[in-house]
Every structure is written in structure tokens, then in C-alpha cells.
């Protein structure tokens, strides 16, 4: 098997594990019980959070742990006031978000009525076409760190500066209406170097299951400015902002892995361009889709005249696995609205498909990959010439 | 010389998939086409639309064919989805898959084939055509006929049912062997174009619902309350809220709906089993359509897979030699000499 999917899931790593494992049998423990093993059950989780918030220039008190990116996501618009948000016939909703952004945020800005900013043909924020939209009933920008689809890098800084200029013009002005920014770094925490202040975002949703975490865990960072509204509540965990008991092997489990991730940083980057550098060269016939500001993994080519989707099925047959932005069941039929963001045709987007490199892969892996992707290339183009 | 082209409609299931595949080897240019008939999920209701295309595509790419998407949706909702929803809404209990049959598949992905320079088209049911007439399967635990006698006649000349003279269980072999990974897919339930929901599920999104009385038809005496008579069919047993009569009922015996009132919304119940409601020795049909002369003595066919009962029919009215249970207003009496499918019509 040769898996390049890594932008949809990562396998759990052998030491993540590990250290989950305890969690589930010995130390099972409630952290809010009396007693001594849950206490002490507590503190480690803590520690856990700790080493979470750490990893991006956080404390364990500025995160609250969600079941997944998709729910910290949704919390994160709860800034804007509790549900449902008044939307009242005429009112500005203030939201902005990302045209491209993944659906987790997407369903949500449109479900308040938010307005989409564009993205430049690199798939580059316009930030012109951000400042224009920020009016003085803007409250919430949300932006991802890296596209899910392009593995694009989003110019975080710059908008966070952007922001905290509003919000000082605001201010100087008399105007109380707050501004925050959100972004989802579900996809950019194992590739990108993030500190929450250098970034200055006000919001931050994280990943464990993108990182060899388990699945169904995430976090959302909340600066102390931001007040939130809990979409669950109960038992008050989490500051209170998500009730239920402690997902403890969770939560230790991202911990490690975000730990090994900063560990690797620097050599992942390095490996990975090189492997992106293989397969680019060794690749025929095709339109290289996300030629800059891209994570060092993602590789998405196009094919034009191609459908991706039955090379999909051709590269299952002979155990590789990858993505595409094309209709198909993963999608429920509908086209990318990334891979459309950035101009490109029906045709286009028809013959996109997504590598995207992890910790499984080698050298030897990707040369293989290169060799058959360009066989059922060559083969499908056979056959579509013969009819 | 250059082969005849079929399009064959591929399902994600392994009928229409091994259609496919022998198509293919016997020498026929194939194009897979897929039918996007329904797409919508209900709430608590996943439809298996795109999983089904999946498995179809997969299919085609494995055999090296063409494939499309068909999208009839707005057809499907406006002379597949209405006509149920009206029929059900007049105390009927209509059969979605015939009226699919009639006006989807062998109508306008007929007609569309066609167009696009089809010799023929293909579907995975077990049917067979006998000297230019629809025949039943081979596999008479499957034979789906029931769900075809309403196809047109210039469709029927232009289709191939290409695993009518296989058993189900020689299909799912086939498939296995020539390495097809639904070989050994789950059959739909259900309601068929929304997943594994019961039509009672799906009528309740758009029929609100109407509380009502269930009464005993014999004492009158109220036995328990319903959601909405327009939600039962003569013959049901299940799904009935009795309640209140512990011990004068509990006799281990259940009961039957044999009669719905639809305009006092009541739904009347029987334990009798000789209830005249339950039984007949007649039914009127409406809607006949004949495919060929009729002959006197007839076989018929009231539900899909129900034996072959010997009647009289005199273009209107189906006589029975014995008794047999009443089936619901709405559903189909199919006609057969032999193996051939004469007609049928809907029972009034």
C-alpha cells in the first residue's frame, strides 16, 4: 500500500498509542472524582493540555478541548453571540470568512449569513478585497493556516496586524463593536511553526487527528477577549465552555503527538519537499495546481481532459490511495468550490487529483507512485482515444 | 465491424454490475450510466445516493467502460415521488418501483440512450424477452416482472435483461469471480430510492400527521390510537398502537387492518381472519394495459414474489377459482400465461 492521503487522515502513531493505552484500562478514572488515583488522573491531563497549548505559545487555560475540528469550528462562531445569532431582516452579520475554507466553517458563516472573501488565483487571500469588506459592523474573520484541498499558507500575520489596526481605528473612534479573528490549523499543525501571538489570531482550532492524534480530538485556543458560548452544557468542564466528562486518552494522545510533531518539524519539511520534488519531476502530463505558498506535503496535479475520479479507482486497484477534488462520493457530487475558487474549468477540477505526503512514505514509495500514477495515466488516456 | 452499443443503467448493485460485465465480454460497446433519481437526505435519514454511484463507477472503471451521470431528479420527484404521495393521500398503497419503471427507466433513459445512438438498453433485473415478449426470470425467487409489466412495448424491443437466465446466487458468484467488490453488496431496504427507511418514515415528511382512532371492526369499540389512516395499508399488523385492552385481547392472536375511513380518519381492525374485509374471491383492476391477447385462463401475480394464482379475467375484473386475501388499493395484479407477462392493472 501506498498511502497519500494524509491530508484526510493520519494513521495513530505507535507511541501515541502507547501512551493513550493506560488511559483507557488502569487509569480510567473521572478527573472530577474525590479521590487520590482521579486527582491524580486530573493533574496528568492537565499537564496534557498543557503541553497542547504549549506547542503554539499557549497556557492549558486558554484551550478548550472539543470532539474534533469541526465542533471547535462551530464554537469558535459562538463569539459572535449566543444561538441562534441575531440575524434579524436588514442587520449586517458581521461575519468573514475565506471563500475557500473547509466546510466546517463554511456551513456556519453561511448559515449566519456571512460574506466570502476572496481568494487570489494562488489561492492567496485577497487582502484587498478583505480590507474592502471590513466594515465597522465586522466581528468575526475567520481564515484557515493552510487550505485542506491546495495546502495553501494564508498570510496569518498580516491579517492579524490588519485586524489589531481595526480594532485600535475602532477604539480611537468610540466604537465598542469587537473584531476577532479565527483560524482553522487543523491542517498546518504538523508542517507550520505556530505561535498563537505571532499569528495574532484571537481564535485557533486544532487538529489531533491530523497529526498521528486519534480522531475526535481537538481543541479550540480562546484569548481572553473572546467570550464564547458553550454549544453543550452540563457539568461545567472545559472553563465551562464544553461540558462532559474528559476525554482523557484523548487528550494525552494529542499531546503526544503534537509533542512529536514539533520534534520533527524541521527534518518533516525538508523530507517531504524532497519527496514533492520526486514526484513532480518524475510525473508526466500534468498542470501542477499549487505552484507556491503551499504546505511541503500537498501535491495537487491536474490532468486536464482526464477524470480523476476513475484514476481514483484505477490507483485503488493497484494499492495507491489519493484524493481528489473532483465530484465523487466523498463529496456527495458536488465539484471543489476550492479548486473553482481559483479559476480553475469543470474540466480542470474533473482532473484534479490531491497527493499529500506523511510519515509512512519513503523515497522508494514515491518513486513507485510516480511510476504507476503515469501508467494509469497513459492507460485511461488509451482508452478514452480508442472509442 | 464495429459492435452495437448498449447503455446500461448501473445501480452500485451487483444485478446491473454483472449486467454490465457480460455485456462487455460479449462483445458490446458499454456505457455505464447512472440514474440520479433521489439525492435528498431526510433528517435521520442518510441517503445512499452517492455511495451507490461510488460502487457503480468503481464497477465501470474495474471493466474499462464508459460511465455518466444521468440526473433525473426533477422527473423522478414530479411523476415517481407526487404520484405515490397522492395515491397514498386518497387511502391507496401505490408501487413506486412500477411507476419508476414506466416513466424513468424505460422511458426516458430509453428515450435518452437513443438520442446519444444506443442499439439497445440494459438493466440488472431478472427478466428475460421471449420472442420480442417480457418474460419472467429464470431464478423465480427473483424474477422481477412485477415491477416491469408496465414498461412500453418499443422499449422492451430495445432492451436486454442480460441476467434474466441466471440465479441470484450464480450472479454473486460471477461477480466474486471476476473480482467486482460488491459481489457481495447488501440489498436496499425499504423505501428504495431513500436508503433503509420504511415508506411510513418517508410519507411522515411529507403527510403531517393526524392522530385517529383504531377501533374493532366488529364491536366498533376503540382499541387504540394511530398517527393518520393514510399511513396504514389493508392487511398491516404491525405498527399498530393497541393499547388499553390487555387480557379481552391478549389471546396471542394479532390484528389485522381490514378497513380505513378516511374521511373520519379511522382505522378499523380485525382479528377474525374469515373478516369479508380480508378475503375475495374478486378484484377490479383499472389502468389494464394488455401487452398481447389476452387467454382465458390466466395466472396472476399480486405482490412481487407472490405465488402464481390461477383467475379468470375479463379485462376488468379478475376472478378466482378459491378465496384469496384482499390485497391493498393501489398495488398491482400482474398477469402471466405461462412464462410470459401479459399486463396487469391496479387494483381498485
Redesign the interface.
Known sequence: MIYLDYAAATPVSRKVLAAMEPYFTDEFFNPSAAYLPAKKVAAEYEVAKGVIAHAIGAKSNDLVITGGATEANNLAFTALGAEPYPCHEGAAPGILYLETEHDSVRAVAEKYGGEAIKVLPNGVIDLADLKAKITDETRLISVSLANNELGTIQPLAEIGALVKNVRIGRLKRGIKTPIYLHSDASQALNLLDINVARLGVDMLTLNAAKIYGPKGVGALYVSHDVKLTPISVGGGQEQGLRSGTENVPGVIGFATAIHETKEHLNGNRKKYANYKRILLSELKDYELVNKKHSLDNFVVLCYNGIDA??LI??L??RGVYVATGAA??AS??KKSHVLAAIGLTDSQIAGSLRLTLGETNDEEQVHEAAKIINQVVQDEKR?TKN? | MSSQTVFVGMSGGVDSSVSALLLKEQGYKVIGVYMKNWSRDLPGMKCPWAEDLADAKRVAVKLGVDFEVWDFEEAYRDKVVEYMLAEFKKGNTPNPDIMCNQEIKFKLFYEKAMERGADFIATGHYARVLDGQLARAIDENKDQTYFLYRISEEALAHTIFPIGEMTKPEVKKLAEKKGLHNAYKKESMGVCFVGEVGMKDFLKEYIDIQPGEIREIESEKVLGYHEGAVFYTIGQRHGLYLSGVAGETNDGMPYYVVKKNLEKNIVYVSKNLNNENIWTKELVLKDVLLRTNLKKEILVRLRHRAPLIPAKFDGKKLIFESEIKRPASGQSAVLYDGEICLGGGIIV
Do not use: D, M, S
Request: hydrophobic fraction near 15%.
Open positions: 475520479e476513475r479507482y484505477l485503488e486497484e465523487c462520493a456527495k457530487g482508452r472509442e
